[in-house]
């Protein structure tokens, strides 16, 4: 973790990785958003924690927007 934070790396996920793989060998469609709450570089919770709400309440809006109209 300690190099990726070197090159400037923000993010890590492993989750959606795997939705996605999936996805794509079905040939289906599939997304991922991200709120970022903590850091893995230096295993501390971000300062800026407390936006988080903010920020999954912003995704779950977008996803739900998303759904509506696709189907």
Known sequence: MAQYGAEGVL???MEAAGVLA???HRGASA???FAVADSLVN???RHDAPHVRTAL??????ALAALR???
Do not use: F, H, N, Y
């Open 11 to 13: 993010v890590a996920d």
């Open 22 to 24: 999936v996805a794509e």
């Open 31 to 33: 997304a991922a958003a």
């Open 43 to 45: 295993r501390r919770p």
């Open 57 to 62: 309440g912003s995704v779950l809006q977008a």
């Open 69 to 71: 109209t696709a189907t």
